[in-house]
């Protein structure tokens, strides 16, 4: 059974399959704030702006995950192998462009946290500063690794890393990798977790208030609210370990969840945009049970 699930071929006709999925998925979702964004709302917010920004930030990384399927698909897991072209190529720009997209979300919660919790509104040029210097750190390493030829496959082959050659200079350059990942998830984690919180208060002494008023569609809409701000909580907490083959595959797509869901806790917590996207499927809804009715009104 191990030799079946940790043949590089099978997990290769299982997995992309997957990421093929997952980036039609993210060009979808993406695709649908941008149409709210451009379409219903006013650009007049800096979380707005930078909602935009994310989203084309993900269409560019769902463009990137189709190519890359389809060229598995089609010359399989050899498709990748150590330092060659390919793997250089997408190993460093998949890489940098899923670790921008982290720090742009880390800097969205880092402004929704100081604006909800302290009431301290950050503007938009500190914000891009911010976010030049999150990023800068990892750029200097994957470009390090870049000019130096350096990127190998994983142990599965569904994904290309780079920094891998064996080394001092590669394990230090490895261990600041590591840790510029797990600080904007952890800031991010922290950041929606105490909102979440604040809210949760909020929510509490609403549903206090609503309860001594008997008013049955205020304590719904609570409940509602909490569920949203669990659920949230959890999807945050979707990140990997290591690793077999198989399990590597596994992990691989653990970090593709996360960047799908990322717009989904990201525009969670934007109640116009959230309203929009709400309000077309309603519309959507609506116009299918039309479409049905007539259909057996006509039968």
Known sequence: MDAIINDLSF????????????????????GLILYVLFNRLKFDSIELKFILFLCILEIIIGIDYFVLSILKLYYGHTFFAPNNIPCIAFGFFTSW?????????????????????????????????????????????????????????????IMCSPITTPGQSSVILNVMSTILLLLPCWIITYCYFVIGWKANKKLNLMKIEAEAENNDAALKSIKHQKFSCCVTYF?????????????????????????????????SFQPEVNNEIVFLFVKLRARIEKFLRNLTTNQ
């Open 235 to 267: 999807m945050r907490l979707t990140i990997g370990y290591k690793r077999p083959p198989f399990f590597d595959a596994v992990i691989f797509e653990m970090g593709l969840s996360t960047v799908v869901l990322n717009p989904i806790v990201t525009v």
């Open 97 to 157: 462009a899923v670790r921008y997209e982290f720090i742009v979300v880390t800097v969205l919660a880092l402004w929704r946290y100081l604006l909800v919790v302290h009431e301290i509104q950050l503007n938009m040029r500190l914000l891009v500063i911010y976010t030049i210097v999150g990023i800068s750190p990892i750029t200097a390493i994957f470009l390090y690794g870049l000019t130096n030829i350096d990127a190998r496959p994983g142990a599965s082959y």
């Open 11 to 30: 997990i290769n006709n299982v997995f992309t399959p997957l990421n093929l999925i997952g980036s039609i998925f993210i060009f979808s979702l993406n």
